[in-house]
């Protein structure tokens, strides 16, 4: 049965105690690895014999496990998310590997991206972009009637597709300069598509887009290399759509 | 004025200045075309040009000057900011979008430069050795004047090699002029791209055509 087939891997690790230590690669054996074992399952794995033989365990993040949280962020071979398509490191399976593989696993790389310890980066920048206008001000109390805005199919489906987002930033991890405008341009466009988000939609863009640079991200050059890493499909005409809005708002 | 300091806001300086000289690249093509006409064709074309009035031939190339400069000033600043987006490299590298033109933009755009300096030391300065025996008339026998350095093999080589450059530099640029504009979706993109590109090659097969047909002896003084 395929069940009793295992794998055994070797794993180059990058290893880093704390934002000051410079880090190095560790490499490690993955033994018993089956092909239903998810990316972080085979990480439990190894981190259970990393313990046992009084080692320190690979830190990284996660916390759902089913692909919606975006917590999970790991450069794999090069690829953020390990380059399956519309595939979060949790959602990776090890079917995906073959026995014998060299496996490179690296934390999100960008300088607003400080990391903490081992593959665990700092996102909160991502929150700060938020902060900046990722909202709509309405006034509380009664709830509003679901027919009272009148929202056409396609616009609505537009803004839900933007919605998408996870706030991973592997759109950033997998940028050469470590920009964040599909992230931004998901934002942007999601609330600017709704008559909601219309009213602030000029500050909004405008405030955002500032929030970035502050943050420390590096500027768009249009190679799209964060739509092949987003695990949730975010396409860059959300980054044409912010810059429209961007423009708009100049007036 | 955001335009000039923010992230989005340089961009678009640099894609409006980028698609001036585009622009400026095209007409400049059809006019050259002329050349094949023979010498009366080219050099019709330069003393129609020439007998302009001065404020327009003075107001162009005034413009000309800001869009490169404002295109390299803002094309060297967001590239350095760039370079520190990223502080530590990958061990593997694995890009799946990114190309040689899309990473090297300032490479090719720095070519460039250097390429428009001798371009204009030679054709509009008549500086350089080949056509110093041109310098005396403007615009006097342009014809005659082109000929002459196409036939030398490494003046060839140089425009040959700056077109391969500015093909580079525009199979990114054009597309990502109307992304940068805002002006794409995925329904146009892929359209958009192919459509740039075959501008591109355009612009590069009939620039080279001039030098290498001169060279071969094809296109005779
Ligand atoms: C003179 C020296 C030049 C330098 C240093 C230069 C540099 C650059 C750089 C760094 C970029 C940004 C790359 C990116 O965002 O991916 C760029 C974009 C561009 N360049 Fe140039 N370039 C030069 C000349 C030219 C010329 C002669 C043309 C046209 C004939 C041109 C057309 C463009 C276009 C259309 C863009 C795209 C604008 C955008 O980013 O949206 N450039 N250039
Ligand atoms: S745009 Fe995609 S890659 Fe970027 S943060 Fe959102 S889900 Fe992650
Ligand atoms: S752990 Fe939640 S998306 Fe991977």
Redesign the pocket.
């Known amino acids: 049965m395929s069940d009793h087939k295992t794998m055994t891997l070797t794993l180059i690790v990058w290893r880093q105690k704390n934002a000051n230590d410079p880090g190095k690669f560790e490499t490690y054996t993955a033994k018993g690895i089956t092909e239903h074992h998810s990316f972080l399952e085979m990480l439990d794995c190894v981190n259970e014999d990393l313990i046992h033989s009084g080692k320190d365990p690979i830190v990284f993040d996660h916390d759902c496990r089913e692909g919606i949280c ?1 917590m999970c962020s790991q450069v794999i071979n090069g690829a953020p998310h390990g380059g399956q398509d519309r595939t979060t490191v949790c959602q990776l399976h090890m079917r995906k590997f073959k026995d014998g593989d060299t496996i490179y696993i690296e934390p999100w790389r960008a300088r607003a991206f400080p990391i903490i310890k081992d593959l665990i980066v700092d996102r909160s920048a ?1 929150d700060k972009i938020v902060q900046a206008g990722g909202y709509t001000s309405c006034h509380t109390g009664g709830v509003a009637d679901g027919n009272a805005i009148l929202i056409p199919k396609p616009v609505a489906d537009e803004a839900m597709d933007a919605a ?9 991890a997998g940028c050469p300069n470590g920009a964040a405008m ?2 931004t341009g ?1 934002k942007v466009s999601q609330l600017a598509l709704l008559p909601q988000g219309r009213a602030e939609a000029a500050a909004r863009v405008k405030n955002m887009s500032n929030a970035m640079t502050e943050c420390g991200f590096g500027n768009c050059t249009n190679h799209y290399e ?1 739509q092949a ?4 499909g ?1 396409n860059v005409k959300f980054i044409a759509r912010m810059n429209r809005e961007f423009i708009k708002a100049q007036f | 004025m955001q335009l000039f300091t923010s992230s989005i806001g340089r961009k678009i300086l640099m894609a409006i200045t980028g698609l001036g000289m585009v622009m400026f690249v095209i007409v400049h093509l059809l006019g050259n075309s002329s050349i094949f006409a023979g010498p009366g064709g080219l050099n019709t074309y330069a003393e129609h040009l020439h007998s302009m009035p001065l404020p327009i031939i003075a107001g162009f190339r005034i413009a000309m000057l800001v869009f490169i400069c404002v295109h390299i000033w803002f094309g060297i600043q967001l590239t350095i900011e760039n370079r520190g987006g990223r502080p530590q490299q990958y061990a593997v590298k694995a890009c799946q979008k990114a190309s040689f033109a899309s990473e090297n933009m300032i490479w090719t755009g720095a070519l460039l430069l250097l390429f428009i300096v001798y371009h204009l030391l030679q054709f509009t300065f008549r500086v350089t050795p080949e056509v110093a025996g041109f310098a005396g008339q403007m615009p006097g026998n342009v014809f005659g004047m082109v000929v002459t350095s196409f036939k030398n093999f490494f003046i060839t080589f140089i425009y040959a090699g700056a077109m391969v450059t500015l093909f580079l530099h525009l199979t990114h640029g054009i597309q990502s002029f109307f992304q940068t504009m805002g002006w794409s979706n995925d329904c146009v993109q892929p359209g958009i791209t192919k459509t740039g590109t075959l501008v591109a090659l355009i612009l590069f097969l009939g620039y080279v055509a001039i030098p290498l047909t001169i060279f071969a002896g094809i296109l005779k003084g």
């Open positions: 975006g991502l998408e987002c996870v706030g991973c930033g592997a759109c950033v599909l992230f998901a964060c890493a987003c695990p949730k975010i």
